[in-house]
Nanobody
Framework: QVQLVESGGGLVQAGASLRLSCAAS????????MGWFRQAPGKEREFVTA????????SYADSVKGRFAISRDNAKNTVYLQMNSLKPEDTALYFC????????????WGQGTQVTVSS
């Protein structure tokens, strides 16, 4: 079955950086656009960023533009999220997702990795 396993979350101070990884299995990775979403306590899950199948296009939420960068390695079936200049408002559970269509509803979700940014 399809598995998306996130890693790399943690507790950091404001201004620090983190790199999240999401390892995919059970699907043809290069056939899926990949994305990251997040959900803060008491809030709905929100889109963070996405990357096209062949690494030839990205999209970012305004709140993370210029600070976060998504990338993928199709040979390793892995997608990454480099997060720089972290702010307390970035605190959330971060989910990896796979979509058959660009910016469409994800077909598969990971379990999430917690990112906590202290002020």
């Amino acid at each position: 079955q399809v598995q998306l396993v996130e890693s790399g979350g943690g507790l950091v101070q404001a201004g620090a950086s983190l790199r999240l990884s999401c390892a995919a299995s059970g699907l043809t990775f290069s056939s899926y656009a990949m994305g990251w979403f997040r959900q803060a306590p008491g809030k709905e899950r929100e889109f963070v960023t996405a990357i096209r199948r062949r690494n030839d296009g990205t999209s970012y939420a305004d709140s993370v533009k210029g600070r976060f960068a998504i990338s993928r390695d199709n040979a390793k079936n892995t997608v990454y999220l480099q997060m720089n200049s972290l702010k307390p408002e970035d605190t959330a559970l971060y989910f990896c997702a796979a979509s058959r269509t660009w910016l469409g509803n994800p077909n598969y979700w990971g379990q999430g990795t917690q990112v906590t940014v202290s002020s």
